[in-house]
């Protein structure tokens, strides 16, 4: 059983920063595929990010590629997103969410932890 918080949202202007964090209890943490997954009102949460809990291989989604970066930090349960050159079209409630399969998949479906999001708001 694994339960994630996340937190760092926020409202920023159009080309700014946030980093969000994602936090996990247990501890087999580093065992967990981790993944962001904004949803935006009125859309389906989208995959935009994961990194697996093998080797720490990274994947992006085409927009955000070049703009967010995520990371882990095992010892303190931790998952980060950095995210810059911030677009309004970003904005969205951002989910974390964990999966114990080292392949990280770009579906929903294919995670069985969620946390209760933190929204994130971009303005133009």
């Known amino acids: 059983q694994v339960q994630l918080v996340e937190s760092g949202g926020g409202l920023v202007q159009a080309g700014g920063s946030l980093r969000l964090s994602c936090v996990a209890s247990g501890r087999t943490f580093s065992r967990y595929t981790i993944a962001w997954f904004p949803q935006a009102p009125g859309k389906e949460r989208e995959f935009v990010t994961a990194?697996?809990?093998?080797?720490?291989?990274?994947y992006y989604g085409d927009s955000v590629r070049g703009r967010f970066t995520i990371s882990r930090d095992d010892a303190k349960n931790t998952v980060y997103l950095q995210m810059n050159i911030m677009k309004p079209e970003d904005t969205a409630v951002y989910y974390c969410?964990?999966?114990?399969?080292?392949?990280?998949?770009?579906?929903?479906?294919?995670?069985?932890?969620w946390g209760q999001g933190t929204q994130v708001t971009v303005s133009s």
């Open positions: 990194i697996s809990w093998s080797r720490g291989i990274t």
């Open positions: 969410a964990a999966s114990g399969n080292s392949n990280p998949s770009r579906n929903r479906s294919g995670y069985n932890y």
